[in-house]
């Protein structure tokens, strides 16, 4: 007998060999999922404005256009594991309150003015601030200023649709509650202080706003102090001050400085990354292909792909990647080239 007729009459019974399917189902090595691609703010921008004039706020729920990675159409995925889209609030709007399983990040590309409300308290947001909306919080967002405001939202959608956990429930008013004075968080949990007695029952960093000027300070204070790591650049992440953990619990948040003139060594790991350019210009170099960076551009670098990054003026970069996700499992792995 066959094993081709073995395996058609193992079929039926809702079986299959594992001998012919063990080196894909376990490699040696994990195989990039999607492509490497960038998105240029200035191409995009006229057409993220444009969105004004199709639909509010309030009707989209959330006027964002999702960047999907080219080589995963209609997935709604910038990776395999993340989503990415560009949100546009116009001043008088409001963007209903709502909550979701799902976890958001926030990073401002241009405007100001405008705020978001998370559980109980409004950040008013700057460019280059990096945001938190923790999983099953309200949070709403508004504009009470002038001009467009843009931000880039970072959600784990692709995850939480793997785990089968994806939850959501509309406020029944179109903005929840504010209970806390704007600030409160900032200065309770984010400045080299904690209140006496308190402590954390959230898996999230109870900063939930981390303002752009204070990281450029910090950044711009370590070019003083030495040398650039040679793969990484002077690399920081976002912490959370109550167990120097990740900001968040599924998605790793960091910001980088690579001073200029300086190219990074080729490195890769096992999470795939979002970049955000947020000011001097450069270029990341994934495999044959070069991607200019100028501030708001967006990059994805899939997983276990080698890049370089190279600086023209001191070019600073947000990233966000499953990282914190892949450590808890134990599954990340990084290769320094
Ligand atoms: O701001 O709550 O881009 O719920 C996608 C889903 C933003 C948000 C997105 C969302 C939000």
Redesign the pocket.
């Known amino acids: 007998m066959s094993r081709e007729a073995y395996y058609q009459r193992i079929a039926p019974q809702h079986m299959a060999p594992l001998w012919t399917r063990l080196k894909s189902l376990v490699p040696k090595e994990p195989t990039p999922v999607g492509v490497a691609h960038r998105w240029a703010y200035s191409e995009l921008r006229p057409y993220v404005l444009e969105a004004a004039e199709h639909i509010s706020a309030e009707e989209a729920e959330?006027r964002?256009l999702i960047l999907e990675n080219p080589a995963l159409v209609g997935s709604s995925q910038i990776t395999q594991t993340l989503?990415a889209?560009l949100?546009l609030i116009m001043p008088g709007e409001v963007?209903p309150a709502?909550r979701?399983t799902?976890s958001?990040l926030r990073f401002i590309v241009e405007g100001s003015g405008a705020y978001t409300a998370v559980d109980g308290e409004k950040t008013l947001m700057a460019p280059g601030d990096f945001v938190i909306?923790p999983s099953w919080t309200w949070?709403h967002?508004g504009h009470d200023a002038s001009g467009p405001m843009v931000w880039l939202?970072g959600?784990d959608i692709p995850i939480t649709h793997f785990f089968g956990s994806t939850f959501r429930e509309d406020h029944r008013d179109e903005e929840a509650a504010v209970t806390r004075p704007t600030g409160d968080a900032l200065a309770r949990y984010g400045s080299g202080l904690l209140p006496v007695g308190w402590r954390s029952g959230s898996l999230n960093s109870p900063v939930f706003n981390y303002p752009y000027a204070r990281t450029r300070e910090a950044l711009h204070a370590l070019t003083k102090a030495g040398a650039p790591d040679a793969h990484l650049g002077h690399l920081m992440r976002y912490v959370n001050p109550a167990d120097g953990g990740w900001a968040m619990p599924t998605m790793a948040t960091m910001i980088r400085l690579v001073p200029r003139a300086f190219a990074t060594q080729p490195y890769r790991s096992s999470d795939s990354a979002v970049f955000v350019g947020v000011e001097g210009t450069g270029e990341l170099r994934v495999g044959e292909q070069g991607f200019a960076i100028t501030p708001h551009d967006i990059v994805v670098v899939p997983g276990w792909m080698a890049y370089t990054i190279h600086a023209d003026s001191d070019l600073v970069l947000f990233s966000y990647s499953d990282r914190v996700a892949q450590e808890k499992l134990g599954f990340w792995r990084e290769q320094r080239q």
């Open positions: 959330r964002v989503y889209g949100q963007a709502h979701h799902q958001a909306t949070h967002h939202d959600l």
